[in-house]
């Protein structure tokens, strides 16, 4: 791999395939210094899949800088997508992503407010 963008275009293309276990896990080893290039990743996908994994990789870098990426991902109504936002939220479990998972509440569905409660109390819980 010459660099990082190649890197993680190789290991994105390979995440609806047979070898999508070990392209998770190297784009997770690539860090936070890949978060943009897998955030774009995320919004150049059209392959419902491919884009929670990109969440969970997302959720796995631990950092701050995903906090907006992951709350505006919660906004999704397709269950798969907002509930990988949300465990990437409790994930991080600081601060910001306890002021994003509350700010999600006041516009969370019936369906969602439930779930949200229950991340808010985590988060809470370890904070």
Not at 55 to 79: G, K, M, N, W
Request: charged share 20%; proline share 5%.
């Amino acid at each position: 791999m010459q660099d990082l963008q190649e890197l993680v275009d190789h290991y994105v293309a390979q995440l609806s395939g047979p070898n999508a276990f070990n392209a998770c896990h190297s784009l997770i080893e690539a860090g936070p210094p890949a978060l943009a290039l897998v955030m774009d990743a995320f919004n150049m996908s059209t392959d419902t899949h491919v884009k929670v994994s990109l969440v969970r990789i997302v959720s796995e870098y631990r950092t701050e800088y995903a906090v907006p990426f992951l709350q505006h991902v919660l906004q999704d109504r397709r269950p798969e997508m907002w509930k990988a936002a949300l465990d990437g939220l409790v994930i991080l479990g600081d601060q910001a992503a306890l002021d994003a998972l509350c700010e999600a509440r006041i516009i969370a569905s019936r369906e969602q407010r439930p779930w949200l409660e229950e991340a808010i109390q985590q988060v809470s819980d370890g904070i």
